[in-house]
């Protein structure tokens, strides 16, 4: 499974999102829906419980229910589930994704207003040695996350097989990946950083948009891998209105923009939870003029 894990960040990973129903409860269907939209799309990695699917937002029995829904939606696609909070629970919830079947687990950035460089090892180490034959990937936000920090976790925990960057440096970015070998660096920025981190040593790049149009993001993977800057950076544009919009005010409607979509193509309701909120009718007429320009592909 580890193997498994490493060889499917060398692709697009899409983060699920999870739709919501009457009563604020997880919509079951809406989600088999989207998911299904993601490997009738060719995509083969994915992440129930990360940022696109409010994972702070979700309770441990939701977040339970979201891996077992997207596993049986798509019994073939490789899994790396979110998993985070204080470490008791972070482990407890990596524990729970290899009960139900993920062959990975992507650890979110500690929440912490204090964290040392020891510290934030230790977390990431106890987590992955609570799964020793899953494939664990660390998500970074943070800058002051060292190459001494992530050598000394790779070099101790063997299942440690990938890191998802989502500082917006790629020179930092390619700084780090330099200085420590053996994971799979992905870039954490999706497709509006993809090919600016593929130069520093990127191998894939995880995506919310691909819950929308995965055919895009995939023909991206394949122009980066193939060296065809010009076609890629052409597509980059086509594809950046949208991902500069998730990106405004520090991302406040990064997940309402992708749901927004899906409700306007009937995959799924519109409903987000808060702190975050759905767009406002200004909002919903840029997300179909949007559409209007990726209808092709859809």
């Known amino acids: 499974m580890i193997d498994e894990v490493r060889q499917a960040l060398r692709s697009v990973v899409a983060v699920t999102v999870t739709p919501f129903g009457p009563g604020g409860r997880i919509d079951e269907p809406a989600f088999a829906a989207a998911v299904g939209r993601l490997v009738r799309g060719g995509v083969t990695a994915l992440t129930p419980n ?21 596993r049986e939606a ?8 979110g998993v985070g909070h204080d470490m008791g629970r972070a482990v407890r919830l990596a524990r729970d994704a290899a009960r139900l079947g993920c062959e990975g687990v992507m650890v979110h950035q500690p929440v912490h207003p204090y964290q040392s460089e020891d510290g934030w090892t230790a977390y990431h180490r106890t987590v992955a040695e609570a799964v ?16 001494a920090a992530v050598g000394e ?28 070998e053996g994971p799979v660096w992905v ?30 993001s995939l023909e991206l993977l394949g122009l980066l891998r193939s060296g065809d800057r010009a076609k890629a950076l052409e597509l980059w544009r ?5 991902e500069d919009m998730r990106a405004r005010n520090g ?30 009718g200004q909002g919903r007429e840029e997300v179909a003029a949007i559409l209007r320009t990726l209808a092709a592909d859809l």
């Open 251 to 280: 991302g406040e409607h990064n997940v309402s923009v992708i749901k927004e979509a899906l409700a306007q193509l009937g995959v799924c309701d519109r409903a987000v939870r808060p702190p975050i909120s759905e767009l406002s």
């Open 132 to 147: 020793p034959d899953r494939g664990v990937v660390c998500y970074v936000r943070s800058p002051a996350v060292t190459a």
């Open 74 to 81: 798509a019994p073939d696609a490789v899994l790396v589930a």
């Open 153 to 180: 976790l790779v070099r101790t925990c063997p299942n440690v097989v990938g890191i998802k960057y989502a500082v917006p440096d790629p020179v930092g970015f390619a700084a780090l990946a330099s200085e420590v």
């Open 50 to 70: 990360g940022n696109t699917g409010e994972f702070y937002a979700l309770g441990d029995d939701e977040l339970a229910r979201a891996v077992a829904l997207t």
């Open 187 to 216: 870039c954490g920025l999706a497709e509006a950083w993809a090919p600016f981190f593929w130069a520093g040593g990127a191998e894939g790049f995880t995506s919310g948009l691909a819950v929308i149009v995965p055919r895009l």
């Open 238 to 242: 086509r594809l950046k209105p949208i």
